[in-house]
């Protein structure tokens, strides 16, 4: 594009970002293939993935306190996959940011998932250069919402049903579970939660910023005591 189209395709994607470059280098070279230019954004997309999986890891460790490192781990790689990179990468409609060489533009390439992918983890490398980690964490917070969204309510969800289940096919009575205590202001509320099962020694605790992630958390560590042959 001409130099006057690349500072308005700059503006548009700025303006989907709520966010603005200070060095538009960064943001043009973010957007850069390897196919079009040698100064490519590979570099940046090397950078943007410690990024992401550092402030996501930090928001996942936040939000769900008490759960344990493999419940973690697993919601992270959820969030950092492929397949979840270049859906946030459509909705920003990326590709059509994307500078790629003449074959590539030809072929398809600016809508192919891997190529999506990077170049979302590149233009957030960008971000963390141009504005510092609170801006890659606010940029993130916000392309990530929908998606922690779906973990809030649906990953977690799991722990329950499948801690009952391990225990039918024990013959064991159901978990009782039981919020000891309440802690914060009213919109900071922190839920402490006790689950017990028959035949453990101990019961398990847990906490979460609702009484439901609180049971949630309580149901992971009990899986992981069950599981490992702890109880």
Do not use: W
Not at 62 to 88: C, D, H, K, W, Y
Not at 105 to 129: F, I, M, P, Q, T
Request: with cysteine; charged share 25%; hydrophobic share 40%.
């Amino acid at each position: 594009p001409s130099p006057s189209g690349l500072m308005s395709s700059f503006d548009a994607l700025e303006a989907l970002l709520d966010y603005r470059f200070s060095d538009r280098e960064l943001l043009g070279r973010a957007l850069t293939h390897r196919s079009f230019h040698s100064r490519h954004n590979e570099r940046l997309e090397f950078l943007g993935d410690s990024v992401l999986g550092f402030v996501t890891a930090e928001i996942l460790y936040r939000r769900f306190p008490g759960l344990p490192e493999g419940e973690l781990t697993r919601m992270r790689s959820r969030l950092v996959r492929q397949n979840t990179l270049a859906a946030i990468a459509r909705s920003l409609d990326l590709g059509r940011f994307l500078r790629l060489g003449e074959g590539e533009l030809k072929s398809g390439v600016s809508d192919r998932n891997s190529v999506l992918s990077d170049s979302l983890e590149a233009l957030l490398g960008a971000v963390y250069l141009d504005g510092g980690i609170g801006s890659a964490e606010s940029m993130i917070l916000k392309l990530f919402a929908p998606h922690l969204s779906t973990i809030d309510s649906g990953d977690l969800k799991d722990n329950k049903t499948k801690l009952q289940e391990i225990l039918q096919k024990l013959e064991k009575p159901l978990p009782v579970y039981e919020v000891v205590e309440r802690q914060g202001k009213d919109h900071e509320l922190v839920f402490h939660v006790r689950c017990e099962i028959d035949h453990a020694g101990s019961p398990f605790f847990a906490s979460g910023n609702s009484r439901r992630i609180g049971e949630q958390n309580a149901a992971a560590l009990a899986i992981e005591a069950l599981e490992s042959g702890s109880t």
